[in-house]
């Protein structure tokens, strides 16, 4: 199977910003659509991200305008840029495949807190 690193978290305040990265293991992953998933205690893993194998992009109305979403085939790596980041993108965050997700990785925290 194809093994997801995440990488990139950590505390920042209100408005700050970060930039994870998601490290894929195998040149599959240049073919498939990829997203940012994240997870906050006591509530569903919920899809933030998403980008295509084309580069199209959707982002939950929650990030929209302060996220984006980005790949890097050659380098089998995914990125997302997190800008005026708030209290409520406190979260592990994952990546994987849409589509046909693989096993889920250990993600990376994300707190953002003053």
């Known amino acids: 199977q194809v093994h997801l690193v995440e990488s990139g978290g950590g505390l920042v305040q209100p408005g700050g910003s970060l930039r994870l990265s998601c490290a894929a293991s195998?040149?599959?992953?240049?073919?498939?659509?990829m997203g940012w998933y994240r997870q906050a205690p006591g509530r569903q893993r919920e899809l933030v991200a998403q980008?295509?194998?084309?580069?199209?992009?959707n982002y939950a109305d929650s990030v929209k305008g302060r996220f984006t979403i980005s790949r890097d085939n050659a380098k089998l790596t995914l990125y997302l840029q997190m800008n005026n980041l708030k209290p409520e993108d406190t979260a592990v965050y994952y990546c994987?495949?849409?589509?046909?997700?693989?096993?889920w990785g250990q993600g990376t925290q994300v707190t953002v807190s003053s």
């Open positions: 980008i295509t194998s084309g580069g199209n992009t």
């Open positions: 994987n495949f849409v589509s046909a997700p693989t096993t």
């Open positions: 195998k040149s599959i992953f240049s073919i498939g659509g």
